[in-house]
């Protein structure tokens, strides 16, 4: 199975260090990209392509990769009475999404510590979110294990077992002292899992600032929301904690405090490690929820903080594939990465000179298409910004211009096995 994306302006790779690759056409196979390049070196053989989408001159940029939410078991949000949550971000480019730890009406995550309960609420929600995809497309990483007083080595092996490969975020509550975290971290980390941890002062009970000793001994893998989620700790630990834990990736979140996420961005780039950083939302806690979130990130910290639109982008891409490479075979437009990537343009009236200058310039873009595994997913978000362009599919124009569709209700895709796309 074949498809062509091709005409495209700039191909906005989310790899750090390369930027916008060279070339105007994208050839996808089996749900991979197989080649990228100029129309002529992809050189498919048209007959053999059984979609073709022509992107107008518009941008092409991987899928984004949400890797901080809070999820329930299904696609709500009982926090805030909330329903469909993911599926409006797919609309908006997100293909791939992390969970830290579940939210659930009732359920004792916290209080008390539970570790039955824990472990129980990982593998359920592990399970529900195993084979479904909201918006029939999105990606899911869901279940992860709460550290509380209880939990057992031998519960992490079985934990490992089942296929659960994350610690919930350390730090955002606990009854563990600080050895008696770690000496749990390493029984996680010893089964192979990927631990992050909460930074900024907690709201939950038990929550606390993590120290820089204990993040030095710690050595996590991502110090969540540097920047507070929502309030930020000191600068002085801010720094230090960065500072210890150098292979740690840097999350910043959108709605949280802005001045510290710009101090984060000015001291890694005094250290020529703005690479570390990547972006989130914490979706859908009280704080965190909107679809737009990643997008909202990403020209937050383009345009106040001087990032360059196509870095910006791979702090929403790929530099959370590098950071979740054990796990994750997304965020990159290269070849043989999954074929998730979204088309951007800039919405009518911005300044920018394109999707990226419009970016740079702090506005919301719009998405044109969404595609995941080489399957186009929707060519609008709900009340999403209108693009300029559009994308013509097997010869014909997609666009949005009812107000009904375009505010609540885009045209989305189905695809048959066979290989037709159809529109809902
Ligand atoms: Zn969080």
Known sequence: MKVLIENIGKIVSGDWDKGIIKGD??????????????????????????????????ILIPGYI??????????????????GILEEGLLNGITTVMDEFNQF??????????????????????????NYRPGGLMKVHAGSITLVK????????????????????????????????????????????????????????????????FVKNLQPDKLAHTNGGSTAAPWDLTREVMEVAPKAAVELVPYGNLKM??????????????????VGSDTPTGQGYFPIAVQQAVKFFSSLGNIPAPQAIAMATGNIQETYKKWINTG??????????????????????????????GDLIGTAMVMVDGKIAAIHGRDARPTLKHIKLN??????????????????????????????
């Open 150 to 213: 209880g939990l057992k080595e031998e519960d992490f092996k079985e934990l490992a077992k089942i296929g659960i490969w994350r610690v919930a975020q350390i730090g955002g509550s606990s009854d563990l002292k600080p050895a008696e975290l770690l000496e749990m971290a390493s029984w996680a980390r010893k089964y192979g899992m990927f631990i992050p941890t909460n930074f900024g002062a907690g709201v939950l009970k038990g929550a606390v600032y993590l120290d820089s000793d």
């Open 395 to 424: 010869g014909k124009e997609l666009y949005v211009s009812d107000p009904n569709e375009a505010l609540f209700d885009p045209p989305r895709f189905y695809w048959k096995s066979t290989g037709e796309t159809y529109l809902l």
């Open 25 to 58: 056409s994208v050839l996808i196979e089996d749900g991979k990209f197989s080649k990228i390049g100029f129309e002529d070196e992809v050189n498919a053989n048209k007959s053999e392509i059984k979609v073709t989408i022509d992107a107008d001159g518009m």
């Open 332 to 361: 990159k437009i290269q070849e043989g990465f999954e074929a998730d990537c979204v088309l951007i343009d800039k919405p009518p009236g911005s300044v920018g000179t394109d999707a990226l200058g419009a970016i740079e310039n």
């Open 261 to 278: 996420g710009l101090r984060v961005i000015e001291y890694l780039k005094s250290r020529n490690e703005l690479k570390r950083l990547i």
């Open 66 to 83: 949400d890797p901080h939410t809070h999820i329930s078991i299904g696609e709500y949000a009982p926090m805030q009475r909330m329903v």
């Open 105 to 130: 009406e009732g359920l004792p995550l916290f209080y008390p510590p539970d570790p039955e309960g824990v472990k129980a609420t990982a593998i359920t929600t592990y399970k529900a979110w195993k």
